[in-house]
């Protein structure tokens, strides 16, 4: 089979690292996997994977550009005839709606979370079959936008137990990396909440939570430094 998966970028996140290890699956299993994103940093982990990757502009939400992309895009897959359309997420879910509205290809979407309840997040649903990641999701998904029971599966996400196995975790690692970012607390505590946040970085009693919070304040910096 060829299965195109589509998603806005292939930089880190929960999304892009299930397109990653689900392409590395489908080439062992002895299929063609395609993904078809803007392009970022796991370009080349899809590629050693042996699958094969297409950069369009499947990102911006700029309507003005919206046709030209929905033609590229229509364009593309009809060279492709993929056996399967998979969208992981809104913008190139709306893409891949319009330009197959004449191609007609096999359209799967998945729903990876609790997405606003709107017009533009609606249509996660319209896929042929729509995959769900959790029961909760899909009981979302039916109360909000009445979707077909009959059309969803759940398929709860996995992980790579080699790669996030921790028994293989770089102790030195860690704790390097927790002593440096202790000196630069005052960066990572925001403005806002400022004094709850101090009370649990600084507390002596939960350690362990005082280091949760760290990562967590490290994601949202690095997540806002991918979109700027």
Same mark, same amino acid.
């Given at each position: 089979?060829?299965?195109?998966?589509?998603?806005?970028?292939?930089?880190?996140?929960?999304?892009?690292?299930?397109?990653?290890?689900?392409?590395?699956?489908?080439?062992?299993?002895?299929?063609?996997?395609?993904?078809?994103?803007?392009?970022?940093?796991?370009?080349?982990?899809?590629?050693?994977?042996?699958?094969?990757?297409?950069?369009?502009?499947?990102? @911006?939400?700029?309507?003005?550009?919206?046709?030209?992309?929905?033609?590229?895009?229509?364009?593309?897959?009809?060279?492709?005839?993929?056996?399967?359309?998979?969208?992981?997420?809104?913008?190139?879910?709306?893409?891949?709606?319009?330009?197959?509205?004449?191609?007609?290809?096999?359209?799967?979407?998945?729903?990876?979370?609790?997405?606003?309840? @709107?017009?533009?997040?609606?249509?996660?649903?319209?896929?042929?079959?729509?995959?769900?990641?959790?029961?909760?999701?899909?009981?979302?998904?039916?109360?909000?936008?009445?979707?077909?029971?009959?059309?969803?599966?759940?398929?709860?996400?996995?992980?790579?137990?080699?790669?996030?196995?921790?028994?293989?975790?770089?102790?030195?690692?860690?704790?390097?990396?927790?002593?440096?970012?202790?000196?630069?607390?005052?960066?990572?505590?925001?403005?806002?909440?400022?004094?709850?946040?101090?009370?649990?970085?600084?507390?002596?009693?939960?350690?362990?939570?005082?280091?949760?919070?760290?990562?967590?304040?490290?994601?949202?910096?690095?997540?806002?430094?991918?979109?700027?």
């Amino acid at each position: 089979m060829k299965i195109v998966q589509l998603l806005p970028e292939l930089n880190e996140g929960g999304v892009e690292r299930g397109v990653i290890e689900l392409s590395r699956e489908l080439v062992k299993l002895g299929h063609t996997s395609i993904v078809i994103s803007n392009g970022g940093k796991l370009v080349d982990t899809l590629l050693s994977d042996g699958a094969t990757h297409i950069k369009l502009d499947v990102c @911006s939400k700029n309507p003005f550009t919206a046709y030209s992309r929905v033609r590229k895009l229509q364009k593309t897959l009809k060279e492709l005839n993929p056996d399967i359309i998979h969208a992981r997420s809104r913008i190139p879910a709306w893409l891949v709606y319009l330009a197959n509205k004449s191609l007609h290809l096999p359209f799967v979407t998945t729903v990876h979370g609790f997405n606003s309840v @709107s017009f533009y997040s609606k249509i996660m649903t319209k896929g042929d079959r729509v995959i769900c990641v959790s029961s909760a999701i899909k009981e979302y998904i039916i109360k909000q936008y009445h979707t077909d029971e009959d059309k969803i599966t759940i398929i709860p996400r996995g992980i790579d137990l080699d790669r996030f196995n921790p028994n293989n975790l770089d102790n030195s690692f860690i704790n390097d990396f927790v002593s440096t970012i202790n000196s630069y607390l005052g960066f990572l505590v925001g403005y806002n909440s400022y004094r709850l946040r101090k009370k649990i970085l600084f507390s002596n009693e939960n350690p362990q939570f005082t280091n949760y919070w760290i990562c967590l304040n490290l994601s949202k910096i690095n997540k806002r430094k991918n979109y700027e």
